[in-house]
């Protein structure tokens, strides 16, 4: 069968490299995905977007990938940054504004 | 532009009072904010529904009557946290819906956080 990957609640990287994070939804009906970037102390940040009709969309050194058979959300970072260490949330809106986030990966970057 | 703000950014109270929180948007009109509770280490989870004009509708398990919600206009809804406990201690997160002009579709936008400490 396919795999899915596997949500981690931290993941540590080296400083250059790729960075992975996954996630898994819950609504099947969800039409709206976001990842979010949240700092210690300080809220969410923005950082991509994918609607339910699309399977991948391309930020700056972001990537996002949408599966929707298996409910599978999973954000890429390229050439991983100090400046890139957080915790990052993804969220599933409902199409009335309401997000619901994921459970949270904390990233942490070695120099 | 879409900027929004709380305050304060950090209180700390004693057992038994109440605290006000406020989130503002700066530059846009919000009908509708979402306020947002954080444990440390944990995901944010949806408390409740501000709709200026109108009652809050909250989520379930939220009690009304603890965590007050006023939208009085249409840039200002408040939190007001009633007879704190130290259980109440939490990180508040507000958030309302605009547009930057860059992304237009269900974007949110979030406030930098009320951390509440009741002792």
Known sequence: ?111 | GAVVSQHPSRVICKSGTSVKIECRSLDFQATTMFWYRQFPKKSLMLMATSNEGSKATYEQGVEKDKFLINHASLTLSTLTVTSAHPEDSSFYICSAPGTSGIRSYNEQFFGPGTRLTVL
């Open chain 1, 1 to 111: 069968g396919e795999s899915v990957g596997l949500h981690l609640p931290t993941l540590s990287v080296q400083e250059g490299d790729n960075s992975i994070i996954n996630c898994a939804y819950s609504n099947s009906a969800s039409d709206y995905f976001i990842w979010y970037k949240q700092e210690s102390g300080k809220g969410p940040q923005f950082i991509i977007d994918i609607r339910s009709n699309m399977d991948k969309r391309q930020g700056q050194r972001v990537t996002v990938l949408l599966n929707k058979t298996v409910k599978h959300l999973s954000l890429q970072i390229a050439a991983t940054q100090p400046g890139d260490s957080a915790v990052y949330f993804c969220a599933e809106n409902n199409g009335d504004y309401k997000l619901s986030f994921g459970a949270g990966t904390t990233v942490t970057v070695r120099a």
